[in-house]
């Protein structure tokens, strides 16, 4: 079955830096596009950024622009989400997602803080 496990959030300063990871399993990585999310606390989930099959079409949310980068190995089955100069409102869970035969799948989430 299709698994997605995140890991790499934790309690950083603002202006800091952390790389998130997602490992996939269960579904022919090659084939799909992959998407990172984020739900801050009392927000719904939104779409952070996303990154197709071979890495060259990658898209962010206006919020993260220049400052967060997606990438993927398709080797090890894994995307990542480099974030940099991290702000408060970076603050939430972020989730791993892959659409595979019309089914929304998502990891369990990794939680990022960032505050002094």
């Known amino acids: 079955q299709v698994q997605l496990v995140e890991s790499g959030g934790g309690l950083v300063q603002p202006g800091g830096s952390l790389r998130l990871s997602c490992a996939a399993s269960?579904?022919?990585?090659?084939?799909?596009?992959m998407r990172w999310y984020r739900q801050g606390p009392g927000k719904e989930r939104e779409l952070v950024a996303l990154?197709?099959?071979?890495?060259?079409?990658?898209r962010y949310a206006d919020p993260v622009k220049g400052r967060f980068t997606i990438s993927r190995d398709n080797a090890k089955n894994t995307v990542y989400l480099q974030m940099n100069t991290l702000k408060p409102e970076d603050t939430a869970v972020y989730y791993c997602?892959?659409?595979?035969?019309?089914?929304?799948?998502w990891g369990q989430g990794t939680q990022v803080t960032v505050s002094a």
């Open positions: 997602n892959v659409i595979s035969e019309g089914k929304n799948y």
């Open positions: 990154i197709n099959t071979q890495s060259s079409i990658t």
């Open positions: 269960g579904f022919t990585f090659t084939n799909y596009a």
